[in-house]
């Protein structure tokens, strides 16, 4: 796939500026209008769609006009515009990440989103955010800790506490479930890690896969889990129910390239991450 340069991110960084400035009504809210849930359904399905681009900068071209969409709507209150914001730079970094070039510019927008989260969080210490912004501010952190130079165990830890809370306002919610799944996964043990947990977390995810979107991205994650505990067979076959939801999805055919060398995704990062931190000779 061809990765966005400058020019591209160029357009990110003006469009997390626009997001970061734009008015909208204040209260946090344990339950989020019909509009909004919506607006993330719509979100959820865009992500998988885009899969299917084969191309970076056309995948940030649609990220870029939901963004625009949503930025435009005035039935939203600022929690839930929030929401969206945090969905649409969490997903903006998938596809800016894997070019050295944008690197300073995702840590630059991604301090500056976890920050404003933080200052949201202060301010409504009295009151209930929503699930949807939990999750997605435990993701802006575990994003924004890949570039952190310091305190990693303990925005580790608030991540677990943010994904918590919004499992104890929807034990149902897929992604929340997959995303808490891969906490459990990656977290050391002695901080509260747990494969089997994780692997309990993505059946779950999957089991309360409410849409297309939903399916997909359960599917893929759990296939992952299961190809790297041995059930091959059961893999190919979530695999294959991900792929139905988006047949052109680039995605899954990286998963497919990567179980073929008889590694999980899991295992691949974990073998890349390594190679990287390697001093170059």
């Known amino acids: 796939m061809k990765l966005l340069q400058k020019r591209g991110a160029g357009v990110a960084a003006a469009l997390v500026v626009t997001f970061m400035t734009m008015p909208a009504r204040m209260y946090a809210a344990e339950h989020i209008s019909s509009t909004a849930q919506a607006k993330i359904d719509e979100f959820m399905a865009l992500r998988m769609t885009v899969a299917a681009l084969g191309d970076n900068g056309a995948a940030l071209t649609a990220i870029d006009s939901f963004a625009k969409s949503s930025a435009a709507s005035s039935t939203l209150t600022d929690e ?3 929401i969206l914001e945090n969905f649409v730079l969490l997903e903006r970094y998938n596809y800016l990440k ?4 944008n690197k300073s510019l995702l840590r630059t927008s991604l301090k500056a989103q976890k920050d404003k989260c933080d200052a949201w969080m202060n301010a409504h210490k009295a009151e ?6 939990c999750v997605t501010y435990a993701d802006t952190i575990s994003c924004y800790i890949s570039f952190a130079m310091s305190g990693v165990i303990k925005y580790g830890l608030s991540i677990k506490d943010y994904y918590s809370k919004a499992i ?9 479930l997959t995303n808490l799944a891969q906490w459990y996964y990656w977290a050391p043990k002695l901080n509260g890690g747990s494969k ?18 939903e399916v997909y991205f359960a599917s893929s994650f759990l296939s992952q889990y299961v190809f790297e505990t041995g059930d091959k067979a059961r893999a ?42 390697k001093p170059q000779e």
């Not at 104890?168 to 929340?176: E, G, L």
């Open 168 to 176: 104890s306002q929807d034990a149902h919610c897929s992604y929340v």
């Open 196 to 213: 089997k947990k994780a692997g309990e977390y993505f059946e779950q995810a999957l089991q309360s896969a409410r849409n297309d979107a």
């Open 236 to 277: 190919a076959t979530l695999l294959a129910a991900a792929k139905a939801k988006c047949p052109a999805s680039t995605y899954i055919a990286r998963l497919e390239r990567i179980n073929a060398q008889g590694m999980s995704l899991f295992e691949y990062d974990r073998k890349h991450s390594k190679m990287e931190g």
């Open 80 to 82: 839930e515009q929030l």
């Open 128 to 133: 209930t955010p929503n699930k949807w912004l």
């Open 98 to 101: 894997a070019d050295s070039a």
